[in-house]
C-alpha cells in the first residue's frame, strides 16, 4: 500500500514538472521570429545581456526563455540544427534539477547545451560529466562552436593533462571531463602543499551525462586515491602456486563442495574443515607453516587470508569476464556494465595482486588509501544537479532519497515502432548459441543489419568464433577493440552487417539505418559537389531504404543482464527517431542469472514436461522468473550502495572537517593565534596526563613533569619557580608556566628567523602531520569497517556501533594531531636554546 502510494506521488509529481516545462516551451517558441531578425552580432551580445541581468538579482528562472531561445537561434546558424521541442523540453528538466530519460537518438547532446549556457550565465562555472574521455572530448567538439559564437570559454579536463591545463579548463564557463577526473581531483585539490595548486574552484552544477550508469553503476565503487606500501610479491607466487596445483587436483576430481563453499553472489570463498586441512598440508610441505601450528593462530593468520585471496582469484574471477591482459601486460578491470576497461582501477585489499600473481604479470606493490570519498557525496557537494539517460525510471527511487532528483521521462520526438519479442528460454546454453546464430543468417538473408549483445567479452568470442567458422562477416566491439568503437558502431546500420557488442552503456554514437551519414551531411551542407559524391548520397539513401524496408535494426540480446535497465540500453540502439526495428534475447537455464537466482530445480521440471534440448519455450511464468531474478539483483546492489553511503557519511563528517582546516591553513597567512590555543589545550591536556597517577610528594610530581617535558617538548622548567607554586592551583599555575615559557620562546624565534619563514615552518609542520593522521585514520576506519558487522552478534547494531566507534577514533586523532604538532614545533623553537 505504501509502495503503491511512493508511485502514485512520484507520478504525478512528475506530471506536474512536465506540465510546467510544457508552458515555458510555448514561452521560448513564440521569441523565435523575433530572435530570427537579430543579426549575428546582435545574437551574441545576448549573452553580455544576460549576464548583466544575473548581476543585477535577476533569476536564471526569469531569463530562461529568452536564453534558451538564443540558444536554439545560435543553434541554427552554426549547425544548421533546430531545437525540437521534445528537446526543449528535456533542456528545462534538466535546470530544474532532475534527471530527464530521453529515448537512445533524441539528440542528448545538443538537449544539454540549453542548460549548460543558461547555468553559466551565472559565471561560477558548469561541469558537463560523461563516461569516458572519448565522450567529453566528442561533445567538446561538437558543442564548443555553438558556445563560442555565444562568447563562452570552453575547457576539456582529461586525465593525462598538466595542473595548469587541468586549472585554465576549470576556470572556463562550461567544463567537460569524466566523472572519474572530476573526482580524483576534488581529492587531490585537498592533498596539495600550496593554495597555488588547487585546480578547482567551488563545485557549482554538473549536469551528467549517461546518469545513471555513473550516479548507479559507479557508485558501488569508491574513489579511492592510494600509495604504494611494502612488496609482498614473493608471498603472492608462494600461495599462488600452492593454490593452482589444489585447484587443478579439485578440477580432476570435480570435489569443490568438498573443500570449500562458493558464494557466487557476493564473490566470496568459506573454507570446510577439509580444505583448510588440506591446505595447511600443502604449505607444511612448501615450510610456509610450522609443524604443530594451525592456520587460524595469530602468527599465521596472513596465511589464511593470502590462500582465500589466491582461491578466490582462480575460482571467481575469470580472464575475459572480469579483466583482461593488456599489452603492457597489466591487469585491467572490465567494467561490468559498459564492457570497457577501467585503465587505473584495482581491486583492494589485495585481490588486484593475487590475479596478478594467477596471471603471471609483475606483481605491483599493495598500497596504502591517502584520501577517498564515494561518488554519492562528491555529486552531492555541488550545489545543483541534474542528469540526462535513456534508461532511469527503474531508478527513480534511488535517485530521489539518495540524491533528492526527480525523474521526468520526456516524450520521443516521433513515435516509438520498435517490436520488442518475447524472450526465447533454451535448456542449454548449446542450444541458445544455435538458435542465436540462425536468427543472425536469417536477418542477414533479409540484408537486416544486426546487432548482437554480450554482457562478457568471453560470450562476444564465442559467438564470433562460430560466425567466423561459417563464413559470416561480422564486427566485435568489446574492452580489447573499444578505441575503434566510433566507427564499428557507425557501420552498424549497414544492410546485412552483423556487430558484436559488449554492453552498450555509454557508447555516444547513433546506429544509423544504411549506414554512417556523415559524408552524406558534408554533401547536404556542400552545394559544389561532384559526381563522386552525388553517387555516394545516392548509395547511402538506398542502403536507407533497403534497411527500412528489412524491418530495421535488430537487437539480439545473448543473455540478460542483472539489470533490467542495462538490458534496456540494449534494445533502445534500435527504433530511433521513429525508426523500424525489433529486439529478442535468447536465454538459457545456464546462464549465470538463471543459475544464481533462478528457483533451484528449474530445469528438472521443464523436463519432467517435456521440454528437450533445442526445444524454446515462450511463457508469462518464466519471463516472471527471470524479472524477479533481476528485481532480485537490483535489489541487492541497491542494499549494497545503500550500505557504501551510509558508513561513508560517517567519515564524510570527519573528511569535511579535515578538509576545511586544511584550505584554512593553505589561504590564511597568520595562524599564530590558532598555535596558542593549540598549545594551551596540549599542555594542558598532558598535565592532567602527567598528574593522573598519585604521588606521595608534591616533589615527585614536579620532578615528573620536569622530566617528561624535557623529553617530550624540549621545554626545560625551572624548578625554583615550580617550587613556589602554590598548592591549591597547582595544574593551573604550571600550564600558565609553561604556556608563558612557550610563548616567549615562540615570539623570540619568529623574530630571529622572520615572520614569513616562520609561518612556511608553522604550515608545513602542520600540514604534514594532518596528512600523516588522516592517512593512519583512514586505515583505521577501514579495518573498523571491515569487522563491525560481527558486532550485531552481540545483539548490537553496527551501523550505531561505527558511527560511535570512529567519533571516538576522530576525538583521539584530533588530540594525537595537536600534540604531536606542537612536539614538532617546540623542538624547533627550543633547538639550541639552552
Request: hydrophobic residues 35%; glycine residues 4%.
Amino acid at each position: 500500500m505504501l509502495i503503491h502510494w511512493c508511485k502514485k506521488k512520484i507520478i504525478s509529481s512528475n506530471k506536474y514538472i512536465l506540465e510546467k516545462a510544457k508552458k515555458q516551451v510555448k514561452k521560448i517558441n513564440s521569441m523565435e521570429s523575433v530572435l530570427e531578425k537579430l543579426s549575428d552580432i546582435q545574437l551574441i551580445k545576448q549573452t553580455e545581456k544576460f549576464k548583466l541581468l544575473i548581476k543585477n538579482g535577476n533569476s536564471l528562472e526569469s531569463i530562461l526563455p529568452e536564453a534558451f531561445a538564443t540558444v536554439r537561434e545560435a543553434s541554427k546558424r552554426v549547425f544548421g540544427m533546430r531545437h525540437f521541442d521534445v528537446q526543449l523540453l528535456g533542456g528545462i528538466i534538466l535546470h530544474y534539477n532532475c534527471i530527464a530519460e530521453m529515448k537512445t537518438g533524441e539528440g542528448k547532446t545538443l538537449t544539454s547545451t540549453l542548460p549548460v549556457y543558461l547555468n553559466s550565465l551565472s559565471g561560477k562555472g558548469v561541469h558537463v560529466v560523461t563516461m569516458n574521455d572519448y565522450l567529453s572530448a566528442r561533445d567538446v567538439k561538437t558543442n564548443k562552436p555553438l558556445f563560442e559564437f555565444l562568447g563562452l570559454t570552453v575547457g576539456l579536463n582529461l586525465s593525462n593533462i598538466s595542473s595548469n591545463s587541468k586549472r585554465k579548463a576549470y576556470f572556463s564557463d562550461i567544463t567537460y571531463g569524466t566523472n572519474n577526473e572530476f573526482g580524483f581531483d576534488y581529492l587531490r585539490d585537498n592533498m596539495v602543499l600550496s593554495k597555488k595548486n588547487f585546480v578547482q574552484r567551488k563545485l557549482n552544477y554538473a549536469l551528467i551525462d549517461e546518469v545513471d550508469s555513473i550516479l548507479i553503476d559507479e557508485a558501488r565503487t569508491p574513489l579511492v586515491i592510494s600509495g604504494d606500501i611494502e612488496n609482498k610479491s614473493d608471498l603472492y607466487l608462494k600461495i599462488n602456486n600452492i593454490i593452482f596445483d589444489l585447484v587443478q587436483k579439485i578440477k580432476k576430481k570435480c570435489k569443490k563442495k568438498y573443500y570449500f563453499v562458493i558464494d557466487e553472489k557476493q564473490k566470496q570463498i568459506y573454507l570446510t574443515e577439509k580444505g583448510l586441512n588440506i591446505i595447511e598440508k600443502l604449505l607444511l610441505d612448501k615450510k610456509l607453516l610450522k609443524k604443530n601450528e594451525s592456520l587460524y593462530s595469530l602468527n599465521n593468520i596472513i596465511l589464511l587470508y593470502h590462500s582465500i585471496l589466491s582461491l578466490r582469484a582462480h575460482i571467481l574471477f575469470f580472464k575475459n569476464i572480469d579483466y583482461i591482459i593488456s599489452e603492457k601486460k597489466e591487469i585491467l578491470i572490465i567494467d561490468e556494465h559498459t564492457g570497457r576497461s577501467m585503465v587505473g582501477r584495482k581491486w583492494s585489499d589485495g585481490l588486484h595482486q593475487a590475479i596478478e600473481a594467477k596471471e603471471r604479470v609483475k606483481i605491483h606493490n599493495e598500497s596504502q588509501t591517502l584520501a577517498t570519498t564515494t561518488f554519492q557525496n562528491y555529486f552531492r557537494l555541488y550545489s545543483k544537479l541534474s542528469g540526462m539517460t535513456g534508461t532511469a525510471v527503474t531508478e527513480s527511487f534511488e535517485f530521489k532519497s539518495i540524491y533528492n532528483l526527480d525523474t521526468v521521462k520526456i516524450p520521443t520526438n516521433k513515435p516509438m515502432i520498435r517490436k520488442d519479442l518475447t524472450d526465447l528460454v533454451y535448456l542449454t546454453e548449446k542450444d541458445k548459441i544455435a538458435a542465436i546464430i540462425q536468427d543472425i543468417q536469417y536477418r542477414i538473408k533479409k540484408k537486416q543489419p544486426v546487432l548482437v549483445g554480450t554482457i562478457s567479452i568471453a560470450n562476444s568470442e564465442i559467438i564470433s568464433q562460430k560466425l567466423s567458422s561459417i563464413g559470416i562477416k561480422h564486427n566485435v566491439l568489446n574492452a580489447k577493440f573499444h578505441s575503434q568503437e566510433a566507427k564499428i558502431i557507425s557501420d552498424a546500420g549497414k544492410p546485412g552487417s552483423v556487430t558484436i557488442a559488449t554492453n552498450m552503456a555509454g557508447r555516444g554514437t547513433d546506429i544509423v539505418l544504411g549506414g554512417s551519414f556523415s559524408k552524406y551531411k558534408s554533401i547536404q551542407n556542400n552545394c559544389n559537389t561532384d559526381l563522386n559524391s552525388l553517387y555516394l548520397k545516392k548509395k547511402w539513401e538506398k542502403n536507407n531504404n533497403l534497411v527500412i524496408s528489412s524491418g530495421g535494426l535488430h537487437i539480439i540480446g545473448t543473455e540478460r543482464h542483472e539489470s533490467r535497465r542495462i538490458d534496456n540500453q540494449l534494445r533502445g540502439r534500435s527504433g530511433r527517431q521513429g525508426d523500424p526495428g525489433s529486439s529478442r534475447f535468447y536465454l538459457s537455464l545456464d546462464d549465470s542469472l538463471m543459475r544464481i537466482f533462478a528457483p533451484n530445480g528449474i530445469k528438472n521440471i521443464l523436463k519432467k514436461f517435456g521440454m528437450k534440448n533445442k526445444d524454446s519455450i515462450e511463457h508469462p511464468w518464466v519471463n516472471n522468473v527471470i524479472e524477479n531474478a533481476q528485481r532480485s539483483v537490483e535489489n541487492r546492489n541497491f542494499e549494497i550502495r545503500k550500505q557504501l553511503l551510509e558508513y561513508d557519511d560517517v567519515i564524510d563528517k570527519q573528511r569535511f572537517v579535515i578538509y576545511q582546516q586544511r584550505k584554512f591553513l593553505l589561504y590564511n597567512k597568520n595562524i599564530s593565534y590558532v598555535i596558542k590555543n593549540i598549545a594551551k589545550d596540549v599542555f594542558e591536556y598532558n598535565i592532567k596526563k602527567y598528574t593522573n597517577k598519585k604521588y606521595n610528594k608534591n616533589y615527585n610530581i614536579i620532578r615528573y613533569i620536569q622530566r617528561r617535558f624535557e623529553i617530550d617538548f624540549n621545554i626545560k622548567i625551572n624548578i625554583v619557580y615550580v617550587n613556589s607554586v602554590n598548592k591549591k592551583n597547582f595544574e593551573k599555575k604550571i600550564i600558565d608556566l609553561i604556556y608563558n615559557i612557550f610563548i616567549k620562546s615562540y615570539c623570540i624565534k619568529k623574530r630571529k628567523i622572520g615572520k614569513k619563514f616562520m609561518e612556511k615552518i608553522e604550515k608545513s609542520i602542520m600540514i604534514n602531520k594532518l596528512d600523516f593522521f588522516w592517512r593512519d585514520h583512514l586505515d583505521s576506519m577501514d579495518y573498523l569497517r571491515q569487522g563491525i558487522h560481527l558486532r550485531c552478534y552481540a545483539q548490537k547494531n553496527p551501523k550505531q556501533e561505527y558511527q560511535n566507534e570512529s567519533f571516538k577514533m576522530f576525538i583521539s586523532m584530533i588530540t594525537c594531531l595537536k600534540n604531536e604538532f606542537i612536539k614538532k614545533l617546540c623542538f624547533f623553537i627550543f633547538k639550541n636554546e639552552y
